[in-house]
């Protein structure tokens, strides 16, 4: 399974609109995130290019993607995935901690992964 259906799947299993634009620009965002990058300087440039829009356009295509989700999504569901990454004044995480967090769930599932493969493979032998 390729990293973009990875990211793609999970933000769907979130409860993310596929419809909107916003959900092709966090794709990218969480493909091209990692530990220490600006998401403004360096991620909304590069996704605007990709898209052919705006970073700003890019930036406010994700938030709505974010109030949609948390406004019609299992927050139940949410509250677990992004623990306390709420803004305490919109009650939703920033478009950083969405992106981080998703990215590092997603790094999570992988190594899971990688290590019950390992683990699967010592009991075989």
């Given at each position: 399974m390729t990293e973009k259906i990875r990211?793609?799947?999970?933000?769907?299993?979130?409860?993310?609109?596929?419809?909107l634009s916003g959900f092709n620009h966090a794709?990218?965002?969480?493909?091209?995130?990692?530990?220490?990058?600006?998401?403004?300087?360096?991620?909304?440039?590069?996704?605007?290019?990709?898209?052919?829009?705006?970073?700003?356009?890019?930036?406010r295509s994700i938030r709505h993607a974010i109030e949609n989700l948390f406004h019609h999504g299992d927050l139940e569901e949410l509250q677990k995935v992004f623990g306390n990454c709420f803004s305490k004044e919109t009650g939703k995480p920033t478009n950083m901690g969405f992106i981080s967090m998703v990215r590092l769930r997603l790094d999570q599932?992988?190594?899971?992964?990688?290590?019950?493969?390992?683990?699967?493979?010592?009991?075989?032998?």
């Open positions: 990211v793609q799947d999970y933000l769907i299993k979130l409860g993310v609109s596929p419809r794709v990218y965002a969480i493909m091209m995130y990692h530990s220490g990058v600006n998401i403004t300087k360096d991620i909304y440039p590069q996704v605007a290019e990709l898209f052919e829009t705006t970073p700003s356009r890019v930036e599932e992988k190594e899971k992964l990688l290590w019950d493969g390992c683990s699967e493979n010592t009991k075989k032998r």
